[in-house]
């Protein structure tokens, strides 16, 4: 009995260990033309914690088999330093550039009950006092506390700011202690979602292109997330709901992959090192992170601790909002803020200018 139930334990295993690495995928093949490997990508955190868990099952039942996950884990372990970073950097104490990027969500924590946490989160943009902020998801208003105005003046640390509408009273709000020179917009077909950016006079008159980008939104209502709870706890959830919930996050797969290609073509043609700040909507395994990406560096790999995970919610509750920069500079300190304000959480770092770095990156 005890060899029969090994036997099934290792097929179990082989299974896991194929899943776990056609989830590698996920970053190489587009979801617009074959989106299963999307899927997986964004269930990469279990599968990885499933390979380990046979790992050490092996290791106390029979050793030799522990190579196949093993193995499996070394040819993703690019992806695992995306994910986590087990050792922390050593801290920066001088001075830089100061970068906060965080999706608000209206400046409202639950839409449905209308629960705000405005003058909290105002406050805490203050106390942070960034040099530059790229807001997500902000209510664009023309008076009030949360004007773009009001809100320039609340922060000692701002003195300008650019918006775009994605509708009326909503879209992104980029702030900067210094000077913005020129901006615009990336708008994309079909889609309330889009990228502002700014070319921004840095100190030492570097000009730098900060794009402030929100990507498709897998627009997950509140109470179909009681599929995602069954689907985690192994309940059996309504097939209904399931499908209609595993459609919105295929579509946004699909639609994300276009809007990344778009944005990762337009940074490749700025005339100015970038900085890439905001709300991806998919995890470090994905096509959308990869492709934006490029070669830009991730400020979480070059200097986070921790997993990072930077969405207060359930679906996917792991990496999403990022900061990503040219190789003109270095960054240091990143850190994800829980702060209860929002269903994101705040991601910051500072820059620094490196020394005989290379722009065209």
């Not at 009950?113 to 943009?125: A, D, I, Q, R």
């Not at 990406?293 to 909002?321: C, H, M, Q, W």
């Amino acid at each position: 009995m005890k060899s029969f139930i090994l036997k099934i334990a290792f097929f179990v295993n082989i299974i896991f260990a194929l899943t776990l690495g056609v989830s590698y995928l996920s970053v190489h093949i587009p979801p617009d033309r074959f989106w299963y490997p999307a899927f997986l990508g964004m269930a990469y955190p279990y599968l990885l914690l499933i390979n380990i868990i046979f790992i050490f099952f092996w290791l106390w039942f029979k050793p030799r088999r522990i190579w196949l996950s093993i193995l499996v884990f070394i040819l993703g372990i690019n992806h695992f330093n995306d994910y986590y970073q087990l050792f922390p950097s050593k801290k920066f104490t001088g001075k830089g550039i100061k970068v906060l990027s965080y999706n608000v969500h209206h400046f409202t924590y639950d839409l449905s009950k209308k629960k705000s946490n405005s003058p909290e989160l105002l406050e805490f943009l203050k106390s942070e006092a960034p040099d530059i902020i790229c807001l997500q998801e902000t209510r664009l208003l023309k008076r009030g506390k949360l004007s773009p105005a009001s809100i320039c003046d609340l922060i000692p640390s701002i003195h300008y700011y650019q918006l775009a509408h994605t509708t009326t009273y909503a879209g992104p709000l980029t702030f900067s202690r210094f000077p913005i020179v020129n901006l615009g917009e990336i708008r994309f077909k079909n889609s309330y979602n889009m990228v502002l950016f700014s070319d921004i006079v840095l100190p030492g008159n570097d000009t730098a292109r900060v794009y402030n980008c929100h990507l498709q939104s897998n627009r997950i209502l509140p109470d179909e997330y009681g599929v995602v709870d069954s689907l985690t706890t192994g309940n059996d959830p309504k097939l209904k709901e399931t499908r209609l919930v595993l459609g919105k996050l295929k579509r946004a797969f699909v639609v994300r992959a276009n809007q990344a290609r778009i944005l990762s073509a337009h940074i490749k043609k700025s005339p100015y090192p970038v900085i890439v700040c905001g709300d991806f909507n998919d995890t470090p395994v994905s096509f959308t992170y990869r492709e934006v990406r490029g070669k830009l560096k991730d400020a979480f790999v070059e200097s986070g601790f921790g997993t990072g995970n930077s969405y207060n919610g359930k679906l996917p509750s792991f990496r999403i909002d990022y900061i990503l920069y040219s190789n003109l500079f270095e960054a240091h300190n990143f850190k994800r803020i829980k702060v209860g304000y929002s269903d994101h959480y705040p991601v910051t770092t500072t820059l620094t200018v490196r020394d005989n770095a290379s722009e065209s990156e």
